[in-house]
């Protein structure tokens, strides 16, 4: 799996521990997607969304499925 983060003119940050990662967006927009390669040439995206100020998107470090969960943050 390969996941991707995408500034789209914002300000954001990436936090990863043992469990989990997570990019969370201050202000602007940030993109985050996944592309499974079925080829050298040829790319499937399984997950993308577009982040805005005060959303984060979580993904689980066990998890064997490339799941992240949109979430709102005060």
Do not use: H
């Not at 602007?28 to 982040?51: H, I, M, W």
């Amino acid at each position: 799996m390969v996941g991707r983060v995408t500034a789209l003119g914002t300000v954001f940050s990436v936090k990863q521990d043992f469990a989990s990662w997570e990019v969370f967006v201050t202000q602007g927009r940030v993109k985050v997607d996944e592309a499974f390669s079925l080829t050298p040439f040829s790319k499937v995206k399984t997950f993308s969304d577009e982040l805005v100020a005060g959303q984060k998107v979580v993904q689980e470090l066990d998890d064997s499925a490339f799941a992240p969960k949109v979430v709102s943050y005060s």
